[in-house]
């Protein structure tokens, strides 16, 4: 079985196609599950970079109206990738009761930091700022209302060199995924990228082959994100080849949330 679970649509700003058109390119690609995970908006302020709060219902409504006409091809869900903020935790709850979400990706961009501040990981000053955003993560995890973390290596897209705090923030991910029993997702985008000049080597800013080793014969669940923001990327070569490295690294590698 293919499936993909790392889907967004042009209505973030920053990619292209409707879901029609993503839903056409996994048929394409011989896949059996297509999951929709949009930047997900927050109800009272645009943070960038996701779809306007006003067209939650419309995203939906097109789900739910391709899951009917291509029931026969497709199994199709319906899911958010959006940032845990801690104010918002009764929204989130919303999201899958009220609005009827299947799941929820954590993805962690923004974060509250020690003075509450929000901030973004693209823009952290030191790799003190990646146990904050560790912690974050374990928090989110811990209210049981997000189904996947996705990129949980993000933060390696900064140019700093691997440190003890780098130890530490890793080890608390790990550990709340472990603890909260979440899938991590080796996200295919970051592959896409290409690999730079960083202090700790020639690599790809994530997935971080460092990161990754740590899961080595452990029973973590570990799913493939195309994190695509193209249709014809749904399940490209970088998504063979995510498949590939994990395989290789004998991780738990699982195709579907739903079925455990």
């Avoid at 909260?180 to 896409?192: H, K, M, Q, S």
């Avoid at 695509?228 to 063979?240: A, S």
């Amino acid at each position: 079985m293919k499936a993909n679970f790392h889907t967004h649509t042009k209505r973030c700003k920053h990619a292209i196609g409707s879901e029609r058109d993503y839903v056409l390119a996994a048929i394409k690609n011989d896949l059996s599950v297509l999951g929709f995970s949009d930047h997900g908006p927050f109800p009272d302020k645009d943070y960038g970079s996701r779809m306007d709060f006003s067209e939650l219902n419309d995203y939906l409504s097109e789900i739910d109206s391709l899951k009917t006409e291509f029931r026969n091809k497709l199994k199709l869900y319906k899911g958010l990738e959006i940032e845990y903020l801690r104010k918002y935790e009764t929204y989130y709850e919303e999201l899958k009761v009220k609005y009827g979400l299947d799941y929820l990706i954590l993805g962690e961009h923004m974060y509250t930091d020690i003075d509450n501040q929000i901030k973004n990981i693209y823009f952290a000053n030191s790799t003190g700022d990646y146990i904050v955003y560790a912690k974050n993560i374990e928090e989110a995890v811990s209210t049981g209302l997000f189904d996947i973390i996705a990129h949980p290596d993000l933060m390696f897209l900064s140019e700093f060199s691997w440190d003890k705090n780098c130890d530490k923030a890793v080890s608390i991910i790990l550990s709340a995924a472990e603890k909260y029993d979440i899938p991590l997702e080796f996200n295919a985008n970051g592959l896409r990228r290409g690999k730079s000049d960083f202090p700790d080597g020639r690599r790809y800013p994530y997935p971080h082959e460092r990161f990754w080793n740590e899961l080595k014969g452990s029973n973590q669940r570990v799913i493939i994100g195309s994190d695509c923001h193209i249709p014809d990327l749904v399940y490209d070569n970088e998504c063979i080849k995510s498949l590939e490295i994990c395989t290789d690294l004998g991780l738990n590698v699982i195709e579907n949330i739903f079925e455990v």
